[in-house]
């Protein structure tokens, strides 16, 4: 039976702690082992690895000391020492860029490239740089089209005993991180469970959520809603600069509040209550400035509700505008809301689109499509 190792900054916090579980269960279903090593939180089967200070004084005194070289140490004794006994077949690194502040770094890579293979999976642009940014314009940074310094080339570069293979979750960083680094990067989408993440009964939905069931429902969230990458600054102009009589906005995610005519859900913790509220919603509007692969506009599309979102990052690759939902091609909350009046003023039209939405998600997020991309990355390695 295939061990594998997947660690990750957060077990539960963000898109790519979300990625990660998702890939934990199917691949546990595969017949996979799979051990998980978390920064935040000790994970059901696997290690919490040095672990985020606890709240009160520890966590406000974490951010006045300056201890990366010793943190750092020992969490690199601490994951040889896991690695050591685990024998693991594959170390799957997940997202590492948050767990800087308790000793996490791109040095767990190539310790681990040592005992065996490697994938070091994208979530952002953070290892394609050299400083804490998670994305940046793309003119600022290059010069001749390459950038050098990067955190990619400074592990994938050493020496190791076993291969670090690259992947993204969207065309659009695999592409970048090719470009930039000149290494090969392989595009492998996010999983997602399509049974949970389904098109369901509108009313009972809306019920569940205490919406009203007349009218049109935008839904719009994020982890921290007050992320200014997450770009809520610009839906909030969008929306207080028109009149929309009969129609709701909800709002999910940390760092909300209640305001007139909007109704705010709070965090969403499970699955299957996420699903409910993209199936109350005639909508869902992601105004993020900067993405990647959003996993909300995956769940969102696997319910059926169209999506409206800026042409940014591997967005693009997600909303086919007309078919699936719009996209604002200006970052203004202007564009926004002249996206939004669109999207709006023929729900007709958004009806007619649940159905392609459906579609799109099931061919694109197929489980076994997505297992026999992976064994391919399996078999690329091991040719390694």
């Known amino acids: 039976m295939t061990q594998i190792a997947i660690l990750q900054d957060h077990l539960n916090a963000g898109g790519a702690a979300k990625a990660a579980n998702r890939w934990v269960d199917l691949l546990g279903k595969q017949g996979v082992a799979v051990q998980q090593i978390t920064g935040d939180e000790k994970p059901f089967r696997g290690s919490l690895l040095t672990g985020k200070p606890a709240r009160g004084w520890e966590r406000v005194l974490e951010c006045f000391r300056d201890q990366s070289l010793s943190r750092r140490l020992e969490v690199n004794q601490q994951l040889e020492s896991i690695l050591s006994k685990e024998k693991s077949d594959l170390v799957w690194f997940h997202n590492i860029a948050g767990g800087g502040k308790w000793g996490w770094s791109e040095e767990m890579i190539s310790i681990a490239r040592q005992r065996c293979p490697v994938i070091w999976t994208l979530h952002d642009m953070w290892a394609l740089g050299d400083s804490r940014e998670s994305y940046w314009q793309k003119d600022s940074v290059v ?48 999983p997602i469970d399509l049974e ?47 009149g929309r009589n009969e129609t709701t906005l909800a709002l999910f995610g940390r760092h909300g509040e209640n305001r007139p005519g909007e109704r705010y859900f709070g965090n969403v913790r499970s699955d ?62 202007k564009s926004l809301k002249d996206c939004l009046d669109q999207a709006l003023t023929d729900s007709k039209s958004l009806s007619r689109m649940r159905e392609q939405c459906r579609k799109f998600a099931k061919n694109l997020w197929d489980a076994r ?16």
């Open 196 to 242: 949970i993440y389904s098109p369901g009964n509108r009313i009972e939905a809306r019920k569940r959520w205490g919406l009203p069931e007349e009218g049109l429902v935008i839904l719009a969230g994020a982890d921290s809603l007050a992320d200014p990458r997450k770009g809520f600054d610009l839906l909030q102009e969008a929306w207080g600069s028109a």
């Open 143 to 190: 010069e001749s089209g390459k950038r050098h310094g990067s955190r990619v080339q400074s592990v994938c570069g050493k020496p190791g005993k076993y291969p670090v293979i690259l992947t993204a979750p969207s065309r659009w960083l695999a592409g970048l991180a090719k470009e930039w680094t000149g290494m090969d990067c392989v595009f492998l989408p996010n």
């Open 272 to 333: 299957e209550e996420m699903a409910l509220a993209y199936q109350a919603a005639d909508l869902y509007v992601h105004p993020a400035r900067m993405e990647n692969a959003p996993c909300q506009i995956q769940e969102s599309l696997a319910c059926g509700t169209p999506v409206l979102a800026f042409a940014v990052g591997g967005i693009p690759e997600m909303i086919q505008s007309g078919e699936n939902g719009f996209l604002a091609t200006e970052l203004t909350g």
């Open 369 to 384: 499509r997505l297992n026999k991309m992976f064994e391919d990355i399996l078999i690329g390695l091991k040719g390694g």
